[in-house]
Nanobody, 125 residues
């Protein structure tokens, strides 16, 4: 299984971006998929996680609640992060990753074992 993140770019504060995480392999929907971000000089932090199967009740970090939405398209093996009302502090490299654990929705980066390459999101003021 491989993950490929895309959709980053430069946007003004208040704008929107849509990140996509395309997964290869048959086990895509058997594990939770998460989005994480890392700004320079900071640790990688969880943004949102969607569970296996239908992905109901996804997890959101407090700082993105009400602004970001995570969803999945099972037919396309894709997890999407819709980011609205972007702030300058959302600037970071964003990564998608697959959980090592199937039946819960973890949030710690160490519990995710398969990572895609990052995509840069830059929000200007």
């Amino acid at each position: 299984v491989q993950l490929q993140a895309s959709g980053g770019g430069l946007v003004q504060a208040g704008g929107s971006l849509r990140l996509s995480c395309a997964a290869s392999g048959r086990t895509f929907n058997s594990y939770p998929i998460g989005w994480f971000r890392q700004a320079p000089g900071t640790e990688r932090e969880v943004v949102a996680v969607i569970g296996r199967g239908s992905g109901s009740s996804p997890y959101y970090a407090d700082f993105v609640k009400g602004r970001f939405t995570i969803s999945k398209d099972i037919a396309k093996n894709t997890v999407t992060l819709q980011m609205n009302s972007l702030k300058t502090e959302d600037t970071a490299v964003y990564y998608c990753a697959r959980s090592r654990i199937q039946y819960t929705t973890p949030t710690a980066p160490r519990l995710f074992g398969l990572w895609g390459q990052g995509t840069q999101v830059t929000v200007s003021s």
